[in-house]
């Protein structure tokens, strides 16, 4: 390992506070995962580092190169755009061996982290346990009331007496019949926009397979938002490659319906409310 002022100080965030070859970080508040990873060093880098994460606190220990990198010989003498005159290159990646407890999911590093779904050498599992299962979404008419309940992803369903159709079919048909209201607002160039809004709510239980049963002491995550679709492109990006946005959603507050809940938003969003379509004044036009 070098030695003196040339020592490898592996950097993680923006607090780090070094101590010979340890490096100290402080995690944010609502990030806290669990980890003990051993990672290689990488290209100009060749040391080996062992990171333990715990209760808020990063420490990162520099080690000598115990683990080498993984590297892979590309091979582009085959395209006619390669000019290299060995025929391709090498890519390098970080082996890694070690494993994190990230809010709801166990991930296991056994070897190289290619970021390729295909060769990556990781695996995930979710936690039963911590996971919320999703058990309805409804959605209501403009009094806030009940309308109508879309069927689970998988399951056929029909609405009376007609046919049997598939998920996706059945819950357009009811979104589409779902009464929805619309106002106009000003972007802040000035252009008269309209929103087309509707109420919708999902509903989460916690625990999923064998856990299902913690739903019966956990509290239940109901969560009620205000569907938006706007006629035209909203925000400073419309008109560039990136464009603006022609549809969300928003979370509504407690006792909210649409008219409350999208005076909220344009005030947050710095959006002028105009009203309903046929409150428009010729001045407002």
């Known amino acids: 390992m070098p030695s003196g002022k040339h020592r490898y100080r592996p950097r993680w965030s923006d607090n780090d506070k070094y101590f010979g070859p340890f490096t100290y970080s402080r995690d944010g508040k609502h990030y806290r995962p669990f980890e003990i990873m051993l990672t290689s060093g990488k290209e100009e880098h060749p040391d080996s580092t062992i990171r333990f994460r715990a209760l808020g606190h990063t420490i990162i220990v520099a080690l000598p190169g115990i683990i080498k990198s993984y590297r892979e010989w590309i091979d582009t003498s085959h395209y ?3 000019k290299s005159p060995n025929g391709g290159y090498w890519e390098e990646h970080r082996n890694q061996y070690g494993f994190s407890v990230v809010e709801c999911a166990l991930h296991l590093h056994y070897g190289a ?6 060769t990556t050498k990781s695996k995930v599992w979710f936690l039963p346990w911590k996971s919320w299962r999703h058990v309805r979404h409804s959605v209501f008419d403009l009094a806030g009331d009940h309308f109508a309940t879309i069927p689970e992803r998988g ?3 029909r609405i009376g007496e007609g046919a049997w159709r598939n ?3 059945v819950q357009q048909i009811l979104r589409d019949a779902c009464p929805t209201t619309s106002f106009e607002f000003r972007d802040y160039d000035g252009e008269l926009i309209t929103a087309t809004t509707r109420i919708e709510e999902r509903h989460w239980k916690r625990g999923e397979g064998k856990f299902k049963w ?3 002491f956990w509290p239940d995550k109901i969560k009620r938002s205000l569907d938006l679709h706007f006629s035209s492109e909203v925000g400073r990006r419309k008109g560039s490659w990136k ?3 022609i549809g969300h959603s928003i979370d509504m507050n407690p006792g909210e319906l649409h008219e409350a809940a999208f005076r909220r938003y344009c005030e947050q969003n710095q959006l002028d409310f105009v009203g309903a379509p046929s409150a428009l004044t010729a001045n407002d036009a």
């Not at 982290?113 to 295909?118: A, C, M, N, P, V």
Request: neutral net charge; glycine residues 10%; aromatic residues 10%.
């Open 243 to 245: 464009g603006g946005t």
């Open 155 to 157: 399951r056929k369903a």
């Open 167 to 169: 998920h996706w079919t």
């Open 214 to 216: 913690l739903s019966l």
């Open 113 to 118: 982290q290619t970021h390729s779904s295909d």
């Open 80 to 82: 006619e755009w390669s």
